[in-house]
């Protein structure tokens, strides 16, 4: 069965900083995009970084360009940096996997995904 899984959530205030991992198991994820989106409150799921596996290319959102840093530690973990966090940044954080290498900012190329962090940042 595969899953997964993400951790590093939790409350935090404006200005600080946070990571989040997601593990990945139950299959290799070799050839794999991750990526990382959020969905906050009454707003639609929202892209937040992608890293492919070949050749390690990132993409951000324009709303975390330069506050955020994806990386991978091997095929089956993802890490999400976060820093200088806003309030707007608060939401559930979800981590997905895509078989098609793209790392791209759609979330229908993505076909595994988590059950979400929870990301508060308070003013």
């Known amino acids: 069965q595969v899953q997964l899984v993400e951790s590093g959530g939790g409350l935090v205030q404006a200005g600080d900083s946070l990571s989040l991992s997601c593990a990945a198991s139950?299959?290799?994820?070799?050839?794999?995009?991750m990526g990382w989106f959020r969905q906050a409150p009454g707003k639609e799921r929202e892209f937040v970084a992608g890293i492919t596996w070949y050749g390690g290319r990132r993409n951000y959102a324009d709303s975390v360009k330069g506050r955020f840093a994806i990386s991978r530690d091997n095929a089956q973990k993802v890490n999400l940096q976060m820093y200088s966090l806003k309030p707007e940044d608060t939401a559930v954080y979800y981590c997905?996997?895509?078989?098609?290498?793209?790392?791209?900012?759609?979330?229908?190329?993505?076909?595994?995904w988590g059950q979400g962090t929870q990301v508060t940042v308070s003013s």
């Open positions: 997905a996997a895509d078989s098609s290498d793209a790392g791209s900012d759609n979330e229908r190329d993505y076909d595994y």
């Open positions: 139950g299959r290799t994820f070799v050839n794999y995009a």
